[in-house]
């Protein structure tokens, strides 16, 4: 029987080397879009094609997507020095590649990562994010969209100095004290594309897949989490609040003028989408059919452990 394809960009990113891993179990035939030969110690054992070339680049997007099943654009920019960037990658690229899929894959599952950002639109990433969600919308695919929430697992980079700093007695909250958020961890978001990625979606879909905590969690219950599978017996709270992130932000921004290279993460928005109270995911949006196998404590095991193994903690 031959094996179907399926087509990713964005593979070698933080989810995309968890999504890698995932699919490889379920004997899918990967195609990888990549700037160069990819080598990730989460793909121990894993078989995959490489296709050598950017978001760019049209003649590898064409050989990427070529007869596949479906088709997986996990690639965007989440920091940029100029606002064009985010609507450049983020949505103008995605509405280039879901063009070459009508061309060349049209009968394929087209899967395009959002973030629950694009919900409500308060930062430049976030309007970027839906501007592809309405471009998507308005052509003619089997499309799937995913809105993730704050995403952590091994080897995460943006949940790890908040780990890092309660291992060392320092509870860090960040933004609105009273904000409620959704949490995933990387394998049951990949989990999740998997199942999408064996279904045929006719029509545009948005879904919002979390941990299954359907009120989500505020800082203090995640803290108190963390606490507990760290083995702490107390930590020092400390708050970074609105005053503290746009003074921070001033800071960056006057660095980001003086080094050309620097990119200050909390521009062009980011420090209102971080203040807004309410970041937790519409359960009514999922299937009936999938649940995530990893609650807080052990997706947070789970990651504390692969921070151990790779000498991180």
Same mark, same amino acid.
């Given at each position: 029987?031959?094996?179907? @394809?399926? =087509?990713?960009?964005?593979?070698?990113?933080?989810?995309?080397?968890?999504?890698?891993?995932?699919?490889?179990? *379920?004997?899918?035939?990967?195609?990888?879009?990549?700037?160069?030969?990819?080598?990730? /110690?989460?793909?121990?054992?894993?078989?995959?094609?490489?296709?050598?070339?950017?978001?760019?680049?049209?003649?590898?997007?064409?050989?990427?997507?070529?007869?596949?099943?479906?088709?997986?654009? =996990?690639?965007?920019?989440?920091?940029?020095?100029?606002?064009?960037?985010?609507?450049?990658?983020?949505? #103008?690229?995605?509405?280039? @590649?879901?063009?070459?899929?009508?061309?060349?894959?049209?009968?394929?599952?087209?899967?395009?990562?959002?973030?629950?950002?694009?919900?409500?639109?308060?930062? +430049?990433?976030?309007?970027?994010?839906?501007?592809?969600?309405?471009?998507?919308?308005?052509?003619?695919?089997?499309?799937?969209?995913?809105?993730? /929430?704050?995403?952590?697992?091994?080897?995460?980079?943006?949940?790890?100095?908040? +780990?890092?700093?309660? #291992?060392?007695?320092?509870?860090?909250?960040?933004?609105?004290?009273?904000?409620?958020?959704?949490?995933?961890? =990387?394998?049951?978001?990949?989990?999740?594309?998997?199942?999408?990625?064996?279904?045929?979606?006719?029509?545009?879909?948005?879904?919002?897949?979390?941990?299954?905590?359907?009120?989500?969690?505020?800082?203090?219950?995640?803290?108190?989490?963390?606490?507990?599978?760290?083995?702490?017996?107390?930590?020092?709270?400390?708050?970074?609040?609105?005053? @503290?992130?746009?003074?921070?932000?001033?800071?960056?921004?006057?660095?980001?003028?003086?080094? /050309?290279?620097?990119?200050? +993460?909390?521009?062009?928005?980011? @420090? *209102?989408?971080?203040?807004?109270?309410?970041?937790?995911?519409?359960?009514?949006?999922?299937?009936?059919?999938?649940? /995530?196998?990893?609650?807080?404590?052990?997706?947070?095991?789970?990651?504390?452990?692969?921070?151990?193994?790779?000498?991180?903690?």
């Amino acid at each position: 029987m031959k094996q179907k @394809i399926i =087509a990713i960009t964005g593979g070698t990113g933080f989810i995309g080397s968890h999504l890698v891993q995932r699919l490889a179990q *379920d004997g899918w035939h990967i195609r990888l879009l990549c700037r160069r030969f990819p080598i990730h /110690p989460l793909w121990y054992n894993s078989k995959f094609e490489v296709v050598i070339g950017d978001l760019t680049d049209h003649r590898a997007l064409h050989k990427l997507i070529d007869n596949s099943q479906v088709v997986i654009h =996990a690639a965007g920019l989440i920091k940029a020095a100029q606002a064009d960037d985010f609507y450049k990658i983020n949505s #103008k690229f995605t509405e280039n @590649i879901a063009n070459i899929v009508l061309q060349r894959a049209p009968s394929s599952h087209f899967i395009f990562m959002s973030s629950l950002a694009a919900r409500e639109g308060l930062s +430049i990433y976030g309007r970027s994010k839906k501007m592809a969600e309405d471009c998507l919308q308005n052509k003619q695919l089997h499309c799937s969209v995913i809105r993730a /929430p704050a995403v952590y697992g091994e080897l995460d980079r943006e949940v790890f100095p908040v +780990i890092k700093l309660l #291992k060392y007695g320092f509870g860090l909250a960040v933004g609105n004290p009273l904000a409620r958020f959704s949490l995933i961890h =990387a394998a049951d978001l990949s989990d999740f594309i998997c199942y999408l990625s064996q279904k045929k979606s006719e029509s545009f879909t948005i879904y919002e897949p979390h941990d299954g905590k359907t009120t989500g969690y505020s800082w203090t219950e995640f803290l108190e989490e963390l606490r507990q599978t760290l083995g702490k017996r107390y930590f020092i709270r400390i708050n970074c609040n609105r005053f @503290i992130l746009r003074f921070y932000d001033y800071l960056q921004s006057i660095r980001q003028i003086l080094t /050309p290279n620097f990119v200050n +993460i909390l521009g062009h928005g980011k @420090i *209102d989408e971080i203040l807004h109270p309410n970041w937790v995911c519409d359960t009514k949006s999922m299937p009936n059919d999938w649940h /995530p196998s990893l609650n807080l404590n052990q997706g947070l095991s789970r990651t504390i452990k692969g921070y151990q193994m790779a000498g991180w903690l």
